[in-house]
Nanobody
């Protein structure tokens, strides 16, 4: 099983960014994005069931983000709009074989597989 996140970079405040994560090796039931800012704990960003019927967002990104998956190659996606300096963090993709729902999707400990992270820096 392998997850590999990419797409981070330096973006000006107010801009947009799309993060991608290649996922291979086995089927998953749910996937998510987390982030960790310098000096802070890892936090939940968004999660989605594999088929997309259930999606969850952190309050900090709700309304300006979208989680999804490419049906062509199963690439996991996270789009962030109206970026703010406080969005600066290393972003990680994660996935789990068994399904989760509700508040459980926000717990990093529930995910078995993790990508290596991609750095997003938002300048003011």
């Amino acid at each position: 099983v392998q997850l590999q996140a990419y797409g981070g970079g330096l973006v000006q405040a107010g801009g947009s960014l799309r993060l991608s994560c290649t996922a291979s090796g086995r089927p998953f039931s749910i996937y998510a994005w987390f982030r960790q800012a310098p000096g802070k704990e890892r936090e939940f960003v968004a999660a989605s069931s594999w088929r997309g019927e259930a999606k969850y967002y952190a309050d900090s990104v709700k309304g300006r983000s979208a989680i999804g998956r490419s049906n062509v190659d199963n690439t996991l996606l996270l789009r962030l709009d109206n970026l703010k300096p406080e969005d600066t963090a290393v972003y990680y993709c994660a996935a789990r074989a068994e399904y989760l729902s509700g508040t459980m999707t926000r717990l990093g400990s529930m995910y078995e597989y993790w990508g290596q992270g991609t750095l997003v820096t938002v300048s003011s």
